[in-house]
């Protein structure tokens, strides 16, 4: 299995960017991508998540109501189209993908099986 991010760069306070995650390899529907972030001296967070079998989706608080996660299953392409950005989003975003569809958030990062090299993200203000 193969994840590949793209679409990172330096945006001002309040621009917009699209991330994007290839996915390969894998062999079976049921399974979750889904992205992390990790920003300068602080833990990894889950930040979305989608489900391919149910396109069922979770958001982290921290970015609710600015991120947006969808697939386009055709490609194998999960997008984070990312809004209303803050310094504070400033981050490496990380692509991850779990075999299963979890029941929230917290399972879908308590079981990751597979990651992306991650891309930065950086916000000036």
């Known amino acids: 299995v193969q994840l590949v991010e793209s679409g990172g760069g330096l945006v001002q306070a309040g621009g917009s960017l699209r991330l994007s995650c290839v996915a390969s390899?894998?062999?079976?529907?049921?399974?979750?991508i889904g992205w992390f972030r990790q920003a300068p001296g602080k833990e990894r967070e889950g930040i979305s998540c989608?489900?391919?079998?149910?396109?069922?989706?979770h958001y982290a608080d921290s970015v609710k109501g600015r991120f947006t996660i969808s697939s386009d299953n055709a490609k194998n392409t999960v997008y984070l189209q990312m809004n209303s950005l803050k310094p504070e989003d400033t981050a490496v975003y990380y692509c991850?993908?779990?075999?299963?569809?979890?029941?929230?958030?917290?399972?879908?990062?308590?079981?990751?099986?597979?990651w992306g090299k991650g891309t930065l993200v950086t916000v000036s203000s």
């Open positions: 390899g894998f062999t079976f529907d049921d399974y979750t």
């Open positions: 991850a993908g779990f075999i299963a569809t979890p029941i929230g958030l917290r399972d879908f990062t308590n079981g990751i099986d597979y």
């Open positions: 989608i489900s391919r079998s149910d396109g069922s989706t």
